[in-house]
């Protein structure tokens, strides 16, 4: 006890010189832990700051890309991909994220970023070949192809070369066989084609287009691509590209800066006369936000927070009136600072896209999360048990470790599906509609947490025990008008774009089924079927149909709305649904044996 009171002293006096004289070094140690508790939150703030400060820095930073040549330029430079204009930099990540899972490469025993691996391929692709930048899991693909390194998971071009013809051939077989009925091994075999002609393909410089339209009724073109006669480009623009990357092989790091200060120059004076479809300062921007990750380091924080009020949960017995406030007070600061990167992630999306929070499963995933974090602190506001807030971090934090999983198939911001490009009906029936599934998800956590502690701890006794139904109950109501007044929106805008309200398509029914099972705890309770326990063992129930409705219609393959079909996260929501059946069956347990009610 001694130990731990001398370092949050010292941290105490190191945070601030006005501290280091007050009576936090006199009295006895029943003085010093107060103070210590008194002064913990502004402490947990201030490392958070700190923290926060550093990712920001490491953001900005212009000279972190590369311990070589000068790449901050050239990672700006705008290139077209996936029906859309992005930096040189966000094509490189999501190729190599593509290809590899992760961001970066290992060359010669360092780790490098994408942008530097995408330029070696294009200037050295001898030596890009030997880079192990393809993941192979299936110990069968691996087999296949002689690669016998089971310590590993990442294989280059050269090692799997040898065996292209055998990939080819079983790749041809499997595509025989529809998606959902081949095994884990065609699957592997269809997916390593895929991302051995994608690698060709971004070798060979006929992706990403990185000839930029410079006048008016010019489109993007690859480098590699040819005139309507059938020559090799030979715009302003292809000239200036090549120029770069033949500087970049040269190693000549002076010319290499000249060229791509240059070549940016003639971007920002064509581009309005041209169709660059964005300016160098979004494209900057979108850099900037690659680095920072906010989305990233939010979810350690949400992480950080529900850790600190699992603490402070386990303080109440031994300190009520000390500990537990002051972990409390440190959760809500992290969650705060928190949901401010959150945001600050959720606005750049928004400014880079220029379309409303929810266009796809990504953004859904992290608009679920920023919706359900100030609806848990308002509730926390007036209850101050510390539930709500256990719960607004869980729920940040789960929802972006999805947000971080879906990303893995590449770019987030994709050109948005012909049927879907409506910013009206994207604010008005998407958002309105995933206001509902977050509503109905927080209700869900929060009746976890009343079972959970009600039946296992002591900590929700007297008013805790009465208050958290309520706020279930008073959450699910929300849930019920948002996703009625979602699923209304969406049929109008079914009859605007296909000429029907309703076609009993899975994703419809799924939004139904989330207003049914929302309606039908509200009657029940209202018509006395259930009570507290009720509620709360139904709104777990509610977790299953929203995360169906949510994810589960999209990976039927069938219907209007199969368009974000993910057959990896089958195994995820099975999962996820066999836990909250166990968990609404702990509600069950008789109320004598409710360890919380027993404390009364």
Known sequence: MDAAVLVLRVGLAWASPALRHTPLQLGSEEDRLKKLAHWFPALVALGVVAFISIVLLRGFDEGDLSRAMPLEGIARIPVSAGGRTKPLDTFARNTLLRLSGRQTCEIDGGTHPAIEWILELWTNPKLAAERRVFRIDHPDVRSLLALSDATRTRFSWMEIAPKLEE????????????????????????????????????????????????????????????DPRGRPLDTVSAQAFRGM????????????TQRVAGYRALLESKAEAGNLGTGSSASSFEVIMSRCEPFYQASLLYLFAFLLGCVAMLASPISPDRWKPSLLRSALIVIAIAFVLHTVGLVARIYLQGRPPVTNLYSS???????????????????????????ASLIGFATLVVAHNLSASGDTMEMMQAVLDSNFWLATHVVVVTVGYSASFLAGFIAIFYVLGGVLTRLLRGDAMKALPKMIYGVICFAAFASFVGTVLGGIWADQSWGRFWGWDPKENGAALIVLWNLLILHARWGGMIRERGVAALAIAGNVVTAWSWFGTNMLGVGLHSYGFMDSAVFALVTFCIVQLALMSVAFVPLARWRSLAAR
Do not use: N
């Not at 699957?187 to 051995?196: A, F």
């Open 167 to 226: 990939v080819v051939r079983q790749a041809e077989l499997a595509s025989q066989i529809p998606r959902k009925k081949q095994d884990p091994f065609q699957r592997q075999i269809s997916d390593l084609y895929g991302k051995l002609v994608e690698y060709a393909e971004v070798q060979s410089l006929r992706t990403p287009y990185t000839v930029a339209p410079l006048a008016a009724g010019e489109e993007w073109a690859p480098l590699m691509g040819a």
């Open 365 to 391: 995933a992290v608009f679920i999360g920023w919706v359900c974090i100030p609806l848990a602190l308002a509730g926390e506001w007036f209850a101050r048990i510390g539930v709500l807030a256990m719960a």
């Open 245 to 256: 990357l033949a500087s970049y092989a040269t190693g000549d790091s002076a010319d290499f």
